[in-house]
């Protein structure tokens, strides 16, 4: 069989809430007839069904539950269970600790005089809660998880098939686990939140100086920016990032694509 390269949609990359033209976090992974949501973001599944509907979505992963990397799971939820998608099983999510009591706890019906009946998330969702070097096989993917440094439990991913690899971030502080999992990778999708200097202020977040600092000790073989905040342009991000990176660096702008993998066009 031909191999065949991993495709990479931006649903959205804005940081902390959606502006008008970008959702916040959330990404299409594909390869053949396989196809993940990494990360819901506030605004991500109207842009998502432009591409795949929520009955034939094969499993959505999320990096950490801050709303602007998982509020569409909300939304997705009504959907999945009193709408028009049908499923024969509940749809594979793949999140932090804690997801599923987030989800009932929005989701859950009380008042002061009635008891709370917990949501059945689980109707909707089949959850799968991740931890460091958890391993899964989705379709054609194979995904990896390693716990990163957020100041929360958050986690990064690493995508591959067919000889290709994407490693995706999530929010976090440069640390030696992303390194290690970006390790050879064929793209780096990494956040850029803060606009500050390299170790400056709390590090939950990387500098785009970090994320080219990230992307050359992992030897990725490009470097995407996404999640960069109001007060940094993607023209800056990027030429920001070239001071501690020479390879090709591209920006995650809403509603772009990549081919990722030693296939690619």
């Given at each position: 069989?031909?191999?065949?390269?991993?495709?990479?949609?931006?649903?959205?990359?804005?940081?902390?809430?959606?502006?008008?033209?970008?959702?916040?976090?959330?990404?299409?992974?594909?390869?053949?007839?396989?196809?993940?949501?990494?990360?819901?973001?506030?605004?991500?599944?109207?842009?998502?069904?432009?591409?795949?509907?929520?009955?034939?979505?094969?499993?959505?992963?999320?990096?950490?539950?801050?709303?602007?990397?998982?509020?569409?799971?909300?939304?997705?939820?009504y959907g999945l269970l009193f709408a028009?998608?049908?499923?024969?099983?509940?749809?594979?999510?793949?999140?932090?600790?804690?997801?599923?009591?987030?989800?009932?706890?929005?989701?859950?019906?009380?008042?002061?005089?009635q008891p709370a009946h917990r949501s059945?998330?689980?109707?909707?969702?089949?959850?799968?809660?991740?931890?460091?070097?958890?391993?899964?096989?989705?379709?054609?993917?194979?995904?990896?998880?390693?716990?990163?440094?957020?100041?929360?439990?958050?986690?990064?991913?690493?995508?591959?098939?067919?000889?290709?690899?994407?490693?995706?971030?999530?929010?976090?502080?440069?640390?030696?686990?992303?390194?290690?999992?970006?390790?050879?990778?064929?793209?780096?999708?990494?956040?850029?939140?803060?606009?500050?200097?390299?170790?400056?202020?709390?590090?939950?977040?990387?500098?785009?100086?970090?994320?080219?600092?990230?992307?050359?000790?992992?030897?990725?073989?490009?470097?995407?920016?996404?999640?960069?905040?109001?007060?940094?342009?993607?023209?800056?991000?990027?030429?920001?990032?070239?001071?501690?990176?020479?390879?090709?660096?591209d920006y995650a702008a809403p509603g772009?694509?990549?081919?990722?993998?030693?296939?690619?066009?």
């Open positions: 069989m031909t191999a065949e390269p991993l495709r990479l949609t931006v649903l959205g990359s804005a940081s902390p809430y959606p502006s008008a033209e970008n959702p916040c976090s959330g990404y299409l992974v594909s390869h053949r007839g396989t196809r993940i949501w990494v990360d819901a973001g506030s605004g991500t599944l109207g842009p998502l069904q432009q591409h795949v509907g929520l009955a034939e979505l094969d499993a959505v992963w999320i990096s950490h539950l801050h709303a602007d990397h998982c509020a569409d799971l909300l939304t997705a939820y028009d998608v049908r499923r024969s099983t509940p749809l594979p999510l793949f999140a932090p600790v804690g997801a599923a009591g987030r989800l009932a706890g929005f989701l859950t019906n009380a008042s002061s005089t059945p998330v689980e109707s909707a969702f089949q959850i799968t809660e991740l931890y460091d070097g958890h391993q899964a096989g989705v379709g054609s993917l194979r995904l990896t998880s390693r716990a990163v440094e957020h100041g929360m439990p958050a986690f990064a991913l690493r995508v591959e098939a067919d000889g290709g690899s994407l490693v995706y971030s999530g929010d976090t502080a440069p640390c030696p686990a992303l390194a290690q999992l970006a390790r050879g990778c064929d793209a780096l999708l990494c956040e850029a939140d803060s606009a500050g200097a390299p170790g400056d202020g709390e590090k939950v977040h990387h500098t785009p100086e970090d994320a080219g600092a990230t992307a050359l000790a992992g030897g990725a073989g490009r470097l995407i920016l996404t999640h960069l905040g109001p007060f940094l342009s993607p023209a800056e991000a990027v030429a920001r990032a070239a001071d501690r990176y020479d390879g090709v660096i772009s694509a990549f081919t990722v993998g030693a296939a690619a066009a």
